[in-house]
């Protein structure tokens, strides 16, 4: 009855159960090798966010090169009856800051008057020139304010449970604003593992940077883009992690040798 459990057996019982219980280091996502090749800092796109599908738009437009925009805000209302009109229908389209509308999965959004047009890969700018021209059928000189509502990116600042996702209120937000937004780094942050994931036409390309000396700080002012991935490596707490996954392992080695010392002496 004693040799009922042969010693190597029960090692590499206990060894399998370590490994599959083991939680040191699974809360490490988006994992990179020791020869990664990261995107250079110095060459990061920098020409703007460029429209894509699902994006919402708001829009504005005005007559005049914006003319009408200005006498709109000022409050004006001296002039003839033709720019009364104008300042009606600029009043009536760009109530309340402009209407929204969403660019459709083809590519396409549809606008009053001009219908289906497709805005998907330009910047802001060039949509912006692009409706001024195709306005300039309808309009003597048009003005087009066009905006992103729905720009956003990710942050995971190193600590579980404080992920977010910040909406980019302006077009120039830089990577520290964002890690200010939320509250800064985590307790456990790795300050010197800070990846940036940006979407492109080639794939996804990933800067790593080092946020833990003033030598980072120009990193760190870098302009995100929409949907950018920001991820900061927590550090691993092993003592904690390590007591977590061997709690359940001696936990059933005290069980077995109580039904083992209770099998070689029922007395």
Known sequence: ??????????????????????????????????????SPLEEMESSGYRIAPNDMLRFQLFSNKGQR??????????????????QQMN?????????????KPDGLIELPELGNIRLEGLTIE??????????????????????????????????????????????NTTLLEVLATTGGLGGRANASKVKLIRRS???????????????????ANVVVQAYDVIYVEPLPQLVREATESLTPIASLISTL???????????
């Open 126 to 171: 060039e949509a912006e020139e692009l409706l001024e021209e195709a306005y300039a059928s309808f309009y003597i000189e048009p003005f087009v304010i066009l905006r992103v509502q729905n720009n956003r990116v990710y942050i995971f600042p190193g600590e579980s449970g404080r992920a977010s996702v910040v909406t980019l209120a302006n077009m």
């Open 257 to 267: 040798t109580f039904f083992y010392a209770f099998i070689v002496n029922p007395n």
């Open 69 to 86: 925009l200005n006498q709109v805000t000022a409050g004006g209302s001296n002039g003839s009856g033709n720019q009364q009109m104008n």
């Open 201 to 219: 036409a080639s794939g996804n390309e990933v800067y790593k940077m080092d946020l833990s000396t003033i030598d980072g700080l120009d990193a």
């Open 91 to 103: 009043q009536q389209m760009n109530g309340q800051g402009g209407m929204s509308y969403l660019v």
């Open 1 to 38: 009855m004693p040799n009922i459990f042969s010693t190597q057996w029960g090692l590499l019982g206990l060894i399998i159960l370590f490994l599959s219980g083991c939680t040191i280091n699974r809360d490490i996502m988006f994992r990179t090798g020791d020869d990664f090749d990261f």
